[in-house]
């Protein structure tokens, strides 16, 4: 019984070769080894044998009957799931021609006939060796990579929790003077990480806008997780200035213009001085984007102003789509959702991007208006 286990465990080499005399010399010389041999008496026949059982190295004859050894070599090699299997030619054509092209079509060594005993022990146990420390190596980097992967995500997770709590703060900040709602309710703003409808609607749109030829190379899903996070900063704004910039029909004034620039220039020196301590941070750029540009306008009336249309980055556009639709809905609570979406018609081209709304739109019932992102989000005085 301890005899049929070692045989199991020991290392299978194939030996393909059509001259019997030569497989049963083989065959014995790796018995002799502690190996397994399995013996194929054609490149087919050998072909079926691997299809049962991968072997950890093969023994290949060159001259076969249909297919030659170097042509079945190239087969070998050209398939992924053999091509790391090591193959030793053994053949009777000496010339340095024949062990070049050996060695070129993928094998690791080439062994003369007629061979000695010694040299095909010691060339097959060295190549074991090799293999065996290759898989081990290749083990080795896929645990590493496993681990690294695995701490990467940590870290990105720690560092979205600490955006997250960053953008509760501006929410509590403006919820501390709402406005509001029917009945003399207050409205909240739906802060946790779950609980932002904006952020929500910015991945949901981005996923969407994703199908569009005109936003296909800009959108990848790498853009969508992003912007979910970098958007919910947008909020940060509520230090600085009121919504009212975002949803205003008219252009701004020259003293809204000039309140608008303080505000973002504030937002992106604060976001900025995060990204100083935090540079390897993937969400913070994509947020700085966002504050820098929070107020343009697609009509070139916002601020900076001058600046309109796709001059606007598109993360920017997306967020102020899902903002507008949600600043809307928690601004005129008495306001009907097809007239909350009439006014985001009435402001594509002026405030908005045209064909972000046209989407936005088709997707509409699938986005989140404030007061209906969770049940919590209508609280009593």
Excluded at 225 to 237: C, D, F, K, P, Q
Excluded at 267 to 288: D, G, K, S, T
Excluded at 300 to 317: T, V
Aim: a negative charge.
């Amino acid at each position: 019984m301890e005899l049929h286990r070692k045989y199991e465990e020991s290392p299978q080499i194939l030996i393909v070769d059509d001259v019997d005399a030569n497989r049963m010399i083989l065959e014995s010389i790796i018995q002799e080894m502690g190996c397994r041999p399995v013996c194929a008496a054609s490149a087919n026949e050998a072909a079926k044998q691997i299809g049962e059982s991968l072997p950890q190295l093969i023994l290949l004859d060159v001259f076969m009957p249909e297919i030659d050894g170097y042509e079945f070599c190239e087969r070998l090699k050209k398939n992924p799931v053999t091509r790391d299997i090591p193959i030793i030619f053994i053949s009777a054509a000496d010339s340095s021609q024949d062990k070049v092209r050996g060695l070129k079509v993928g094998a690791v060594d080439y062994i003369t006939k007629p061979f000695e005993m010694a040299e095909v022990i010691m060339r097959v146990s060295n190549h074991l060796e090799l293999h065996k420390m290759r898989q081990e190596l290749e083990l080795s980097n896929r645990r590493l990579h496993s681990v690294i992967n695995s701490q990467a995500r940590r870290i990105e997770e720690e560092q979205k929790n600490i955006l997250y709590a960053l953008a509760a703060l501006a929410q509590e900040e403006s919820a501390s003077c709402p406005p509001q709602g029917s009945a003399g309710q207050k409205i909240s703003h739906g802060a946790g990480e779950g609980g932002d409808p904006v952020a929500y609607n910015c991945s949901l749109l981005a996923q969407s806008l994703q199908f569009s030829p005109d936003f296909t190379e800009e959108i990848s899903e790498r853009f969508i997780e992003t912007i979910e996070v970098a958007s919910r900063l947008r909020n940060l704004g509520n230090f600085f200035a009121p919504d009212t910039f975002c949803t205003s029909q008219a252009p701004l004034g020259q003293k809204e213009l000039l309140a608008a620039g303080r505000h973002a220039k504030q937002c992106v020196a604060f976001l900025e001085r995060m990204h100083a301590y935090a540079p390897n941070n993937p969400f913070l750029p994509m947020a700085i984007e966002i504050a820098g540009y929070r107020h343009a306008r697609w009509d070139g009336g916002g601020c900076p102003q001058g600046l309109g249309g796709k001059e606007i980055p598109l993360s920017a556009r997306i967020t102020a789509a899902a903002d507008f639709f949600c600043t809307l809905a928690r601004t005129c609570p008495d306001s009907s959702r097809k007239d909350v979406l009439r006014q985001m018609e009435q402001c594509s081209g002026v405030i908005l991007d045209p064909e972000i709304v046209n989407i936005f739109l088709k997707i509409e019932k699938q986005l989140k208006a404030t007061n209906e992102i969770n049940k919590t989000l209508l609280i009593d005085k």
